[in-house]
């Protein structure tokens, strides 16, 4: 089965937030991490830690997801990230996917 994600990338905690969605999360992170789009805003803010993500089995379903995180306060952002993950880590850093590698 093809899970879909809302996502929440940060550059460091309660610093600058992105909200994305996606069908490749481990795809997509490693492309935020070495900045695969360097002109893009989580490439000029450095935003290369995730912090929040959500499953879906329906893409449709993580974009709407996606679309009420963009719309929501701040406020309600952080609460979101501090009750799944309060010391704002990186949910990433154990997935065994060595950048320096992809870096070559």
């Known amino acids: 089965m093809k899970y879909w994600y809302v996502y929440i990338m940060s550059n460091k905690p309660k610093g600058v937030l992105y909200i994305g969605f ?7 992170v490693k492309e935020h991490k070495l900045k695969v789009y360097p002109k893009s805003f989580t490439a000029k803010y ?5 912090i929040y993500f959500e499953e879906f089995d329906n893409g449709n379903e ?3 997801r996606e679309r009420q995180f963009k719309k929501w306060k ?6 979101l990230i501090e009750d799944m ?13 060595n950048y320096n ?4």
């Open 101 to 104: 590698k992809l870096r070559k």
């Open 46 to 50: 450095n935003c290369d830690k995730l």
């Open 62 to 64: 993580a974009e709407k």
């Open 74 to 79: 701040r406020d309600w952002k952080i609460k």
């Open 85 to 97: 993950n309060p010391s704002w880590s990186d949910l990433s850093i154990n997935w065994n996917l």
């Open 22 to 28: 996606t069908d490749s999360i481990e795809e997509r």
